[in-house]
């Protein structure tokens, strides 16, 4: 991430927040495949933040894929599925593969914030994600609105720097204290490293749930995929 050299970088959440009933957080992502790191990120947001529940949205055209994923949304889609199996406060959401066209996130939380409004109540939405993609967020369909319709809850990536006060203002003035910036688990795990393992014939153990490592072998994913593109 680009920064400027000024400003005070925000300070980690802390501690533990009680469970708002109202309060759910979004992981958006293409989830080819989904693994370990993105449970483990998922579930120290929910803890820390005091989210009752947490949608995991696997995207249906991802717009910032230039190749697209690897496999069919129907196959991601199962492989959430299995993955949050167990958790109950995980909930698979296919908001983005049941609609057409590109994913586009300030599109999504707005049909999530409607599906979840009663009463006239707005809901307390966080979308999840990592400084890596926070990097990227200037650059998305829309930003403003996108932030200004929720929290953004900002997970550590390998290599890639927290945002400082002044890269927020730069690019969020007047919506700063919408970020908050988590200690989460870095755990240097990616779908393109997995997927790289499956063609080259190595193991995937231990880096996604047993059950999403017997779908991928059980349709030969990624290991033909990876050799032809």
């Not at 989904?34 to 998922?42: D, K, P, T």
Request: with cysteine; glycine share 10%; charged share 25%.
């Amino acid at each position: 991430m680009t920064e400027p050299t000024s400003g005070p970088s925000p300070e980690f959440v802390g501690p533990f927040r009680h469970i708002r009933p109202d309060a759910f957080g979004v992981m958006g992502g293409t989830f080819d495949p989904i693994h370990v790191g993105h449970l483990a990120v998922a579930e120290e947001a929910r803890e820390v933040l005091g989210l009752a529940t947490i949608l995991f949205v696997p995207a249906g055209i991802p717009p910032h894929k230039l190749g697209g994923a690897a496999v069919s949304a129907e196959d991601r889609v199962a492989m959430v599925s299995l993955a949050i199996r167990g958790n109950k406060a995980f909930e698979l959401s296919r908001v983005d593969v049941d609609r057409a066209g590109p994913s586009y996130t300030a599109d999504t939380i707005a049909l999530l914030r409607e599906e979840r409004r009663t009463a006239g109540h707005d809901p307390d939405v966080t979308v999840i994600m990592s400084t890596e993609t926070l990097a990227g967020l200037p650059s998305w369909r829309e930003p403003r609105r996108l932030v200004g319709q929720c929290r953004v809850a900002v997970v550590p990536r390998e290599g890639h720097d927290g945002p400082t006060r002044a890269w927020l203002t730069e690019h969020f003035q007047g919506l700063e204290d919408h970020f908050d910036l988590l200690a989460a688990p870095r755990l240097g795990i990616s779908s393109t490293a997995i997927r790289e393992r499956v063609a080259a014939g190595r193991s995937i153990r231990y880096l996604v749930p047993e059950a999403v490592e017997r779908h991928i072998a059980d349709h030969h994913l990624y290991a033909r995929a990876n050799r032809t593109g």
